[in-house]
Nanobody, 123 residues
Framework: QVQLVESGGGLVQAGGSLRLSCAAS????????MGWFRQAPGKEREFVAV????????YYVDSVKGRFTISRDNAKNTVYLQMNSLKPEDTAVYYC????????????????WGQGTQVTVSS
């Protein structure tokens, strides 16, 4: 498994931006596809974005398309989530996760998870 630590969350006004980072350690980072998920209060955890091990393929949930960008730097063992034009409904704890699949938007395919970072968007 790979160990994951998220950072970069915080409080931002609607329309603002944040960049989340997820640092990985342990097994070879570049062999994993990486995903971001989020969980809002009282709601189930949901898929946000995923990037393949090489970075050549990405996929997003419809609600963030055009606003969020997932990227990775395999030399730094880090995956990023750039979040622009944030909305109050983006408020959630954001988790990064790793899967040995090519990529997936299915939570149960991800075997390693970070502890989460809080993102709060005020209106």
């Amino acid at each position: 498994q790979v160990q994951l630590v998220e950072s970069g969350g915080g409080l931002v006004q609607a329309g603002g931006s944040l960049r989340l980072s997820c640092a990985a350690s342990g097994r070879t980072f570049s062999s994993y596809a990486m995903g971001w998920f989020r969980q809002a209060p009282g709601k189930e955890r949901e898929f946000v974005a995923v990037i393949s091990w090489s970075g050549s393929s990405t996929y997003y949930v419809d609600s963030v398309k055009g606003r969020f960008t997932i990227s990775r730097d395999n030399a730094k063992n880090t995956v990023y989530l750039q979040m622009n034009s944030l909305k109050p409904e983006d408020t959630a704890v954001y988790y990064c996760a790793a899967t040995e699949n090519y990529y997936s938007d299915y939570m149960d395919d991800f075997g390693s998870w970070g502890q989460g970072t809080q993102v709060t968007v005020s209106s």
